[in-house]
């Protein structure tokens, strides 16, 4: 019970400063250190439900080899989503709607660079003449060993 405890205070005190942070504008502490509370607790939760996940999965063959990465990306994709939600709501909490609107940001230009060259390139031929000379290298060693 005090490893649970001491975990969930951890965690509180993580989200709490990843949501009074990471945003463009800033919220309240209040706001913040009241989503990183419901943060923390969907984090437990969701650690809890997890570990079981975990022990009942690898038991078997297909299991043991899958289990742990499908589970690690699971909780990959659900620790992000529930930052998101809850540093939305934070940002959305009656504390922070009396500051202006915050614009979108700039646009951004993609502009792709499209290199063409023609022909093989120095370096493309210098690496087909090793591959080629690793090859005959290896099949010459080959030949040599057999009667």
Known sequence: MASLVASLAISWLLFTWIIARLPRES???RSAARAGLLGAVAFEIFKQVASVYLSSVLHGPAGATF???LGLM???YVTARL???ATAWAATS???LEAAPVGPPDTASIITRVQVREGLGVRGAL???AVGALGALGLSRLNRRRP
């Open 27 to 29: 919220v309240s502490f």
């Open 67 to 69: 289990g742990p990465v």
């Open 74 to 76: 699971v909780f990959a």
């Open 83 to 85: 930052i998101l939600f």
């Open 94 to 96: 009656s504390d922070n």
């Open 127 to 129: 690496t087909a003449a």
